[in-house]
């Protein structure tokens, strides 16, 4: 199952406590690249947080997932995980 997670850096956070967690996040993004569970990821335009696509077994399995983030651990980032599914709309344009 595929999920968006939009993940946000908690407002009025500085980047002095920001800042030594961006190696730790990145690797971790890294390795959940690598093993297929984060199949891409964009900065928001503002860099106040990023944008995964995530692939879990379900929501509690997402939701595990984010919270292994570094950032995540030490209060830095706050996330919202939508549940997503395939879009059917299209099926419209066929039926007789």
């Not at 968006?4 to 190696?23: D, F, N, R």
């Not at 106040?48 to 399995?61: I, K, Q, T």
């Amino acid at each position: 199952m595929q999920f968006l997670v939009i993940a946000k850096i908690i407002e009025g956070t500085s980047w002095e406590k920001v800042l030594p967690y961006i190696k730790s996040k990145a690797e971790k993004v890294w390795e959940f690249y690598t093993t297929e569970v984060v199949r891409s990821i964009h900065y928001l335009e503002d860099m106040s947080g990023v944008v995964l696509m995530l692939e879990a077994e379900n929501l509690e399995n997402a939701q595990a997932t984010v919270a292994e983030f570094p950032m995540v651990q030490n209060d830095i980032l706050n996330f919202e995980i939508l549940p997503l599914k395939p879009y059917t709309g299209l099926e419209t344009l066929f039926t007789k």
